[in-house]
């Protein structure tokens, strides 16, 4: 009967004993919560954003995205840099505007479209650039009137493994460029991993701020206005993806901003019009949103994969 321990106030040392193991075992149970609570208070500041821009039966109901704008990209001329033994030039530099399509068929589907004429070259008109993904497969072509175009002879051949993956990363970091202030969501074509950051005062005002991560490296924050749920802003680490002005393969991130204004109400979505990009303090690419169309039919051939030119 002496070997015997009795879990009652009669034994003090038992009694706390009992009490320590209470506590341990709440905390262990806790710990899986405040591990999960980011990644609720990230779907909380999400579907505030979602119901600011439209609701989330609205977004729900989206298969397919068309949207038509203009772009204005700038470079400075003459920048050489050489990366990994290849040379990286801005090749004209200046500024060039473009028309821009962009065209989505949720949830893997994605592809952008530029249209332009080439400054200082006479014998190319018309330029159309097709830079996206269908799944893990990528979508890069271009053609002009005078015949088909090559990539700069300092760039990696496409049909490299490596450069088809560089390629189809870019793809998709630009799909997470134009369609996350749109659609505030993680879709299929490029899954991301939300969390919680501190809050900022923006010269907006204050911002809360979601912190947007993916398998493959990137690192970006999305700005929430505090008072109106919308996106304001977005950073992180950027290539400048200027088409025509640089050699886009192996050009190295930097800093980049992007703000996001100009809010409009258009077909049932209030959405930004207007998306302003930098590298360190310069604008690289300025882009203007003017029609949005939802759930329009899209030729299945537009996203027929292309290791391209």
């Not at 009490?19 to 779907?43: E, H, M, N």
């Not at 038509?68 to 033994?85: D, L, P, R, W, Y």
């Not at 993956?165 to 202030?181: R, T, V």
């Not at 949103?289 to 759930?295: C, E, G, H, L, S």
Request: net charge negative; glycine share 8%; proline share 6%.
């Amino acid at each position: 009967m002496e070997k015997c321990v009795r879990f009652d106030r009669a034994h003090p040392e038992t009694t706390l004993t009992r009490i320590a193991k209470v506590l341990a075992l709440a905390l262990i149970a806790a710990w899986p919560i405040a591990g999960g609570a980011s990644q609720q208070d990230a779907g909380t500041l999400l579907a505030a954003a979602r119901e600011a821009m439209g609701g989330e039966k609205a977004f729900n109901a989206i298969a397919t995205l068309e949207v038509f704008g203009s772009v204005a990209q700038t470079a400075k001329a003459g920048t050489i840099m050489n990366i990994e033994g290849f040379p990286v030039a801005s090749a004209v530099g200046g500024r060039l505007n473009m028309s821009l399509d962009l065209k989505l068929a949720l949830p893997d589907k994605f592809v952008r479209i530029n249209k332009y004429e080439p400054p200082g070259l006479a014998t190319v008109q018309d330029v159309t650039e097709f830079r996206g993904f269908n799944g893990g497969d990528v979508i890069r072509d271009s053609a002009a009137q005078s015949g088909g175009l090559n990539d700069s002879k300092n760039a990696p051949s496409p049909n490299l493994p490596a450069t088809r993956l560089q390629y189809l990363l870019d793809a998709k970091h630009s799909f997470a460029e134009l369609m996350l202030p749109l659609l505030a969501a993680s879709y299929d074509a490029y899954p991301f991993e939300f969390g919680v950051g501190e809050e900022e005062r923006l010269t907006s005002g204050p911002a809360m701020v979601v912190t947007v991560s993916s398998a493959d490296g990137l690192r970006w924050k999305l700005f929430l206005d505090k008072t109106t749920h919308l996106p304001v802003l977005m950073t992180g680490t950027m290539k400048p993806m200027v088409s025509g002005l640089f050699v886009e393969y192996d050009m190295p991130e930097e800093d980049w901003r992007m703000e996001i204004t100009d809010y409009r109400v258009s077909n049932g979505f209030k959405w930004p019009h207007k998306l302003m990009s930098a590298i360190g303090d310069k604008i690289v690419e300025d882009i203007h949103y003017d029609r949005f169309v939802i759930n329009p039919k899209i030729d299945p051939k537009t996203f027929t994969p292309s290791n391209g030119r």
